[in-house]
Every structure is written in C-alpha cells, then in structure tokens.
C-alpha cells in the first residue's frame, strides 16, 4: 500500500521537514529526555484513557495532556500540573516545543479518532501505545501497519490480555498442535452493554454543548453531527453523565464506535488469532437482526474465513454477539456443552455446586486431537480437552514472560522503545493491525447484509464494490489529513 500525505489545513507539506514527517530514521535512534526518561503524551485522559496514562506514567514522564473534555483534563493536569494540555489534538502535533520534547504518545480516544491522532504521532517519529480496536475502519488498520514499519516506531495496541502467561503458553500449545489440525475457531461476548439497536435507531434532538467540552474535538474526523442530550428512557449501565454520545455511549453509533465486535474481538479472539497465525480472511459473511445505519445490530453471527498459512490448515472463525429473539447468540449447544464439561464444578456463595454453564464471553478451538475451551473475555484462562491447562500462573516456554496485565503491556511496550526492537511489544501494529482489520471486516458483512471475498494485500472485497465505503470512510474537511492512495 502506497500513500501520499494531504496537509493539514493545507499548509502541512510547508512545515513537514521541520515537524520530522520525512525523516526516516528509526525513532529510537532519537534520545530521551535529558534525564534518560521516555516523555510522554496522553491523548484521551478519561475513562480507560485515566488508567492508561497513569500506567504510562509509572514507566515514563507525562509531559502532554489532550481531552476534549474540560473535566477529565483537568483532574490529570492536577496530577501532572507541568504537562502541557489540549483539548485538540491536532494543536499538540502543531506545536514544535512539545513534539520536541516527546517520545512517545498514549491514544485513548473514542475508535474513530484513534487512527488519525496514532498516524500524526508515527510520522512525528513517536512511539505509539492505541487502545483496542487499532481503528475504525479496515484501512486504517492497514495503514497503521504500513506506517509503523516505515517510520521505525515502537507500537502497542491495548488489548491487556496479551501481556497475561496464560495467554501466551496457550498459544505456544496451540503453535505446538497440542488440537491438532484447527479447523474451527467459536467467539462470543456479552456485548452490547450500551445503547444501540435496537432501543436507539436514529439521531436523539440536538441540544446544546455542555461548557467544557470541545464538540468540534469530539467529532473530529467523523461526519459533524450536533451535541445530544442522552434519553433517560434508555436503559443503560453507565449513567447519563453527559449526552447520547459522549461519554461511553458513543460504543454503539457507527459514526464513532465499531459496536461489540470492535469493542471485544482484540480481546476475546486474541488468543485463537495469534496462536493459530492468522491474518487476513478471504471470505466474510454475516447474519444480524437490527441493522440501520446510525447504530450497531441488535445481534450478529460473523463468519469468516482463513486460507491455509504455513503448515496449518484453513480456519472457520464464528463471532457471536447480541440476542436474537430474546435469546443470546452462542456456539452450538452440542459443542458448549463439552466445552463447560472441561471446567471445574461452580458453586455459589453458600457453597452449593451449581450446574455447568457456558460464561457471557469466551472462545472454543476445535482441533483434530481435541477442543480447548477459554472461559476469559481476555483469553488468559484456557482449558483444553487433551488435559493441558494455561492460566496467569503458568509462564509461557518459548514467549517473553510478562504477566503483568494491563501495566505489564505499558512496561513491554516502553522496554521495546528502550532497546528499538518493535516486536519486542508482543502486540505491536504490525500484529494488531491484522487482528483489528480481519474483524473490523465483520461490521463490514453486518451492514451489506452480502458476502465478499477479501483481498487482504489490496485492501479490497473484490466482489462487492459497495462496500468500498465502509472498509475507507471519508474524513471531516479539516481532518482529513492521513493521505490517500497514489
């Protein structure tokens, strides 16, 4: 994939030299701070932004805070009062004395913003930590990957689970062919847990922008939309500190989140991804109830699939998630049940043992020698048919040994920076650039509604040229600053 930038505001190209966009040289070869410390920024400093900059924190100095929210902002410039703070972006990656006095950059935000505040950061020459999912949409995913390598930056995504032993020794049994020949892969999630279809299938009334939140941020390079007050009349779990989108609610709005499969699938198909190598699908399908265009589905079935990689066989992935008719989407009942018959017996708070059930989130392998059955949204818990077991107290073999979870994956991703060996961070872009991408892919067969061949190298569903549009959407004028293909 071959890009050439557009400037911001047009006048980027002007300054890009200057700003270090064209210096190609690996990051690491540019020092620290003079004290030897990793400087770091925070873009997105509330809700898991708040534990993520402050796990930064501990590993590196804050010297940059960016919140389009007045409120968060100001509760972590308390904490750090001589970072220098923004309620956009775009101004940080403007301003010359920061980005000279910068390694690396936390991005937090809400999915539609991540990969343009990830992308100003890598060609910046800035070592990037994103939260899950890498991206909004399927080329940006790509593009990421394609950047990272280019510009020689050191990249985490945030799907926590990665740094956990049990993890990684599942995925060295399941390297090793602890099943056998992997013919299936089944993932489920109790998501979604905020608003969408199909209680919420259309724009709320507008209403005025709180004081303290920067609108024009928030929207960035999504289609502008007015502020909304959140319903009270929809049922949800996280209150209604603020609006119908911000905050937390936006999960569930396609113009801002990627919906329960964006939300869970880096965390709770990790496992099965890595362990089995998978990258990019060649056939996607779907079947969703509640399809619209404002909202992700009431419920979905994903289905897609992976061509033969080295010595292992084609993979058939299956996503569940949301509830149809009433009733949650799950694996078939034949292969939960020997799933739930490999875990220990359960028993209540008076100790009563209860009967097996199949957990809200999790993910079963069925191999030729056997299933392995991971009862964890993280897959740090597996159980496997063969007698193998991995959890967080069993250290992986072959694999680094972190356990050190959500922290852990910041203090791999800084010793990576250290000593300028990306793959060091085991879920480096290049890495989480597939695994976002393939089930970013699976929104893309929720709205069509029609399957598609996927050609991973091209970026493209090769027989269904609608759905162009969703796999690259149209930037904001303004915000349209990552570059097209030429």
Same mark, same amino acid.
């Given at each position: 994939?071959?890009?050439?930038?557009?400037?911001?505001?047009? !006048?980027?190209?002007?300054? &890009?030299?200057?700003?270090?966009?064209? /210096?190609?040289?690996?990051?690491?070869?540019?020092?620290?701070?003079?004290?030897?410390?990793?400087?770091?920024?925070?873009?997105?400093? *509330?809700?898991?932004?708040?534990?993520?900059?402050? $796990?930064?924190?501990?590993?590196?100095?804050?010297?940059?805070?960016?919140?389009?929210?007045?409120? @968060?902002?100001?509760?972590?410039?308390?904490?750090?009062?001589?970072?220098?703070? @923004?309620?956009?972006?775009?101004?940080?990656?403007?301003?010359?004395?920061?980005?000279?006095?910068?390694?690396?950059?936390?991005?937090?935000?809400?999915?539609?913003?991540?990969?343009? !505040?990830?992308?100003?950061?890598?060609?910046?020459?800035?070592?990037? @930590?994103?939260?899950?999912?890498?991206?909004?949409?399927?080329?940006?995913?790509?593009?990421? %990957?394609?950047?990272?390598?280019?510009?020689?930056?050191?990249?985490?995504?945030?799907?926590?689970?990665?740094?956990?032993?049990?993890?990684?020794?599942?995925?060295?049994?399941? =390297?090793?062919?602890?099943?056998?020949?992997?013919?299936?892969?089944?993932?489920?999630?109790?998501?979604?847990?905020?608003? $969408?279809?199909?209680?919420?299938?259309?724009?709320?009334?507008?209403?005025?922008?709180?004081?303290?939140?920067?609108?024009?941020?928030?929207? +960035?390079?999504?289609?502008?939309?007015? @502020?909304?007050?959140?319903?009270?009349?929809?049922?949800?779990?996280?209150?209604?500190?603020?609006?119908?989108?911000?905050?937390?609610?936006?999960?569930?709005?396609?113009?801002?989140?990627? +919906?329960?499969?964006?939300?869970? &699938?880096?965390?709770?198909?990790?496992?099965?991804?890595?362990?089995?190598?998978?990258?990019?699908?060649?056939?996607?399908?779907?079947? &969703?109830?509640?399809?619209?265009?404002?909202?992700?589905?009431?419920?979905?079935?994903?289905?897609?699939?992976?061509?033969?990689?080295?010595?292992?066989?084609?993979?058939?992935?299956?996503? /569940?998630?949301?509830?149809?008719?009433?009733?949650?989407?799950?694996?078939?009942?034949?292969?939960?049940?020997?799933?739930?018959?490999?875990?220990?017996? %359960?028993?209540?708070?008076?100790?009563?043992?209860?009967?097996?059930?199949?957990?809200?989130? +999790?993910?079963?392998?069925? *191999?030729?020698?056997?299933?392995?059955?991971?009862?964890?949204?993280?897959?740090?818990?597996?159980?496997?048919?063969?007698?193998?077991?991995?959890?967080?107290?069993?250290?992986?073999?072959?694999?680094?040994?972190?356990?050190?979870?959500?922290?852990?994956?910041?203090?791999?991703?800084?010793?990576?920076?250290?000593?300028?060996?990306?793959?060091?961070?085991?879920?480096?872009?290049?890495? !989480?650039?597939?695994?976002?991408?393939?089930?970013?892919?699976?929104?893309?067969?929720? =709205?069509?509604?029609?399957?598609?061949?996927?050609?991973?190298?091209?970026? $493209?569903?090769?027989?269904?040229?609608?759905?162009?549009?969703?796999?690259?959407?149209?930037?904001?004028?303004?915000?349209?600053?990552?570059?097209?293909?030429?």
């Amino acid at each position: 994939m071959t890009t050439r930038r557009i400037t911001r505001r047009q !006048a980027l190209a002007a300054s &890009a030299a200057s700003l270090g966009y064209l /210096y190609t040289a690996p990051a690491w070869a540019q020092p620290a701070g003079a004290n030897g410390r990793l400087k770091v920024a925070g873009i997105g400093v *509330g809700g898991k932004g708040s534990s993520d900059i402050d $796990q930064a924190g501990e590993v590196m100095e804050v010297v940059a805070l960016c919140d389009v929210d007045a409120e @968060y902002l100001g509760a972590k410039a308390k904490k750090w009062p001589k970072a220098k703070t @923004y309620s956009d972006y775009r101004k940080l990656f403007d301003d010359a004395e920061t980005l000279k006095n910068l390694d690396a950059v936390v991005v937090s935000t809400p999915d539609h913003n991540h990969a343009l !505040a990830s992308l100003l950061a890598i060609r910046n020459k800035k070592h990037v @930590y994103c939260q899950k999912p890498l991206t909004h949409d399927v080329y940006e995913a790509h593009l990421l %990957r394609t950047e990272a390598k280019k510009h020689g930056v050191c990249t985490q995504m945030g799907n926590q689970g990665t740094a956990e032993h049990g993890l990684r020794r599942a995925v060295e049994l399941v =390297r090793g062919g602890e099943l056998g020949d992997v013919a299936e892969v089944h993932v489920w999630t109790n998501r979604p847990i905020w608003p $969408q279809a199909p209680m919420v299938t259309a724009k709320p009334s507008p209403a005025p922008v709180p004081e303290g939140l920067d609108w024009e941020a928030f929207i +960035g390079p999504a289609p502008f939309r007015p @502020y909304a007050k959140y319903d009270p009349s929809v049922p949800n779990r996280y209150g209604n500190r603020l609006g119908a989108y911000h905050d937390f609610h936006w999960r569930g709005w396609w113009d801002f989140g990627t +919906g329960a499969i964006g939300d869970m &699938a880096c965390h709770t198909a990790n496992m099965a991804f890595m362990g089995l190598n998978l990258g990019h699908p060649d056939k996607m399908s779907a079947e &969703a109830t509640g399809v619209n265009p404002e909202t992700c589905p009431e419920s979905a079935h994903v289905t897609m699939r992976f061509p033969a990689r080295g010595g292992m066989k084609p993979v058939t992935l299956h996503w /569940y998630e949301g509830k149809k008719d009433g009733k949650k989407l799950t694996p078939p009942d034949g292969l939960v049940q020997k799933a739930i018959a490999l875990t220990p017996p %359960r028993k209540n708070k008076d100790g009563k043992e209860l009967p097996p059930a199949l957990v809200n989130s +999790g993910s079963i392998l069925v *191999g030729s020698k056997g299933i392995a059955y991971s009862p964890d949204d993280y897959g740090a818990e597996v159980y496997f048919s063969t007698g193998a077991r991995a959890n967080r107290s069993t250290k992986p073999e072959k694999l680094a040994a972190n356990g050190g979870g959500d922290g852990g994956q910041k203090r791999e991703w800084a010793e990576a920076i250290k000593a300028g060996k990306p793959a060091m961070a085991l879920s480096n872009f290049d890495y !989480a650039g597939l695994l976002t991408a393939a089930f970013l892919l699976g929104n893309v067969a929720i =709205r069509t509604g029609k399957p598609f061949t996927w050609d991973g190298e091209k970026c $493209q569903a090769t027989d269904l040229p609608e759905a162009a549009k969703l796999i690259r959407r149209e930037y904001r004028k303004g915000w349209d600053l990552i570059g097209y293909n030429g």
